[in-house]
């Protein structure tokens, strides 16, 4: 097995929206705000090279929205999808997997693309399948009003009428044990309705992909939660345990949306858990 970091691009977000009722003087000391209040976020995939699979996790926002779109969320950088997987010597059309953790537009986009003639859509992965689960498709296809402006349709109904979607089965507690994909999978509803988080067993060590349970390091703390959360409450108890486990077994945090740390490890304080130390895929396994 072989995992590579996949940088399908930047962007902005609002800061408030980010930390939701955390006072910004709090929140600005890890991740500082510019004059528009805006705060950098990354759509940071993750590549994982096993035997004749490769299983690509998220795909960013993707390029087929609007400008007008993409100006509410302020591109930066020159990463894309495609130039990131072709650093590491692969295309698209290899990707075997497509694993989402769950299906708002910046996880997902990057999945369905504009067809040729551009009179409609397709899956961007030709030879892959898209892995979501049943509770989260439904609460995705019929979505709720809080809800509804981040799962975009187009970005979505493609997958089914391809017939390439697929389910994993639902676990009896959190943590669902040796998926389909080949690695555990801790499921939290605070967010949104089971979003998965991917727990990958490498070279002895545990690396977690943390989607949106823990967009970036400066999340840490347990009552900074998003504002985007649909049941902010939940959150606060499934971070706090999935945390815990983190510190307890020195789980490495691979952050999707952290501009600036990649992987992080976590320590218990008195504080609560804190940070540990940052790292990249190439300090900890090369």
Known sequence: MNLYPI???????????MFGVVPKSLWTRTNPADSNNMIDIAARCLLIEDGNRLIL???????????????????????????SLKAHGFHRDDITDVFLTHLHFDHCGGSIQWNKDKTGYEPAFKNAHFWTNKNHWQWATQPNRR???????ENILPMEESGHLKFTSLPEGDILKAS??????????????KQMIPMIHYKGKTICFMAD????????????VMGYDTRPLLTLDEKERFLNLAADQNFYLYLEHDAHNEIITVQHTEKGVRLKNTYTINDIFN
């Open 213 to 224: 349970l823990l967009p970036t390091a400066g999340h840490l703390p347990l009552p900074f």
């Open 147 to 153: 809800e509804k402006a981040s799962f975009l349709k």
């Open 57 to 83: 996790i998220d795909t960013g926002m993707g390029n087929k929205q609007s400008d007008k779109f993409f100006g509410y969320y302020y591109p930066w950088g020159d990463d894309t999808l495609d130039g």
């Open 180 to 193: 389909e994909l080949g690695f555990d999978i801790f499921f939290a509803d605070g967010h949104t309705e």
């Open 7 to 17: 940088n399908a691009g930047n962007f902005k977000l609002d800061g408030g929206a």
